[in-house]
């Protein structure tokens, strides 16, 4: 038997509530893992609350990153003993996730431990860090250097935000933080950021073509924000568009892209192949000062994770959450 957070619907009545489950109703998988630490992202505030249609089948257990101990292994890239990690893959809406004491899952889906780091730092970055480092590599792909000029965050004071503001200051970027909490202001130049702005600026429609400020963003809230943070890119910038905190519509023009050669970039952290994975967590390890960590983190118990999800959606909460699932 194990511990988890169980979300069901019987008699059509959505709840989440943590349970102890016998291991035989776990999932299919190759590698059984002892779960130590997980996390709270947006997307299982959303499934733990129902707010969002992110279960795909009931009953689920949320949690859409973890890190632990291999049990058992039938997958031969894995042994008894070695540490993993595992962001996306569907784990926490379509198959259980991480948010128990115990994890069944495809081998394929995990990565060894990363360098450097331990499992309750691997949470503390989790898919909000993961996917803040994708979001750069896009935007250096396509050429971006400090000296390019100022580079825009939006949805600052979540974990994608976080760690997007930290991550870049730490590889030498001017950064600029939207937050509809200013404040937070302190905690956001702590991290790096040089200036803090009001989410409000772009958080309503405006002109196709705005005045040209931003040599590339990170954009994890969609809608109006990222069509206006679209128009106020200079030419040849770039936008890494990540989240859809906002909504999912994205009321824009194509001037920004043809006037100005703007790109957007879609980045999906979800089913990245083994080797992008172990080169965004590389490039974490190289890039991250570990000690910041206790700035963004705050840890929790595995009960407390249902009523901070409710938190996280009403924007109570600042930067990441850990979950010990063994508290």
Not at 92 to 110: D, P
Not at 160 to 187: C, K, N, P
Request: proline share 4%; hydrophobic share 45%; net charge neutral.
């Amino acid at each position: 038997m194990f511990k988890a957070i169980l979300i069901d619907k019987e008699s059509g009545t959505y709840g989440a509530s943590v349970a102890e489950i016998d291991e035989a109703r776990l999932p299919e998988g190759d590698v059984l893992v002892d779960v130590s630490h997980s996390t709270l992202n947006y997307k299982d505030g959303l499934a733990i609350t129902g707010k969002g249609p992110v279960v795909r089948s009931f009953p689920m257990v949320p949690g859409i990153d973890f890190a632990g101990t291999v049990a058992q292994s039938a997958n031969a890239a894995y042994a008894v003993g070695d540490r993993v990690v595992l962001n996306g893959w569907g784990v926490g809406e379509q198959h259980w996730g991480g948010l128990a004491q115990k994890a069944r899952v495809k081998g394929e889906w995990l990565i060894p431990l990363p360098a450097g780091f331990t499992p309750r730092q691997t949470m503390a970055v989790g898919t909000a860090g993961y996917t803040a480092m994708l979001c750069i590599l896009a935007l250096e792909r396509h050429g971006l250097t400090p000296a390019h000029g100022e580079v825009l965050v939006t949805g600052a004071n979540g974990g994608v935000g976080s760690f997007a503001i930290a991550l870049l200051t730490r590889r030498g970027y001017r950064v600029v933080a939207s937050t509809g909490r200013l404040q937070e202001a302190d905690y956001l130049k702590q991290l790096g950021a040089v200036e803090v702005i009001d989410r409000a600026s772009f958080s309503e429609p405006g002109r196709p073509l705005q005045k040209e400020r931003w040599a590339a963003a990170i954009d994890s809230v969609g809608g109006h924000t990222l069509a206006n943070v679209c128009a106020s890119l200079r030419a040849d910038g770039a936008v890494a568009a990540c989240g859809l905190a906002q909504g999912m519509d994205f009321p824009a023009t194509v001037a920004p892209f043809i006037l100005r050669g703007v790109s957007l970039f879609g980045i999906n952290s979800v089913t990245r192949p083994f080797a992008e994975r172990e080169k965004a967590w590389q490039a974490l390890g190289e890039t991250l000062d570990l000690k910041q960590l206790d700035t963004i983190t705050r840890e929790i118990g595995l009960a407390e994770a249902i009523p901070a999800a409710g938190e996280l959606l009403a924007g109570h909460v600042r930067g990441r959450l850990v979950v010990d699932v063994n508290r």
